[in-house]
């Protein structure tokens, strides 16, 4: 049964970084896309980056652009998501996903498989 699980989050001071990971158990990630996803308190889950099973990256917000990037271990069997220039309004819970299938997606709703989820907290 394929298992996503987050970790890398904590406390970071504005201007911080971060990396997040998302380990995957169960599955060969190689073959599939996984796409980082955030929530912050009374605000709609949105998405943050996509890497597709080639290594192509999508970003579904443009806040971040510039600061975050998404990479893959392959042989690590996981997902990285590099988070540089931490803002306060960063501040969520970050879950991984997955679309099971090669190509990213811009429905939210194409992905399952979420993990619980790992908290980043931008604060001074």
């Known amino acids: 049964q394929l298992q996503l699980v987050e970790s890398g989050g904590g406390l970071v001071q504005p201007g911080g970084s971060l990396r997040l990971s998302c380990e995957a158990a169960g599955v060969i990630l190689d073959f599939y896309a996984i796409g980082w996803f955030r929530q912050a308190p009374g605000k709609e889950r949105e998405g943050v980056l996509c890497?597709?099973?080639?290594?192509?990256?999508?970003n579904y917000a443009g806040s971040v652009k510039g600061r975050f990037s998404i990479s893959r271990d392959n042989a690590k069997n996981t997902v990285y998501l590099q988070m540089n220039s931490l803002r306060p309004e960063d501040t969520a819970l970050y879950y991984c996903?997955?679309?099971?299938?090669?190509?990213?997606?811009?429905?939210?709703?194409?992905?399952?498989?979420w993990g619980q989820g790992t908290q980043v907290t931008v604060s001074s």
């Open positions: 890497i597709s099973s080639t290594g192509a990256s999508t």
């Open positions: 996903a997955t679309t099971l299938r090669r190509a990213c997606s811009g429905n939210v709703a194409s992905f399952g498989s």
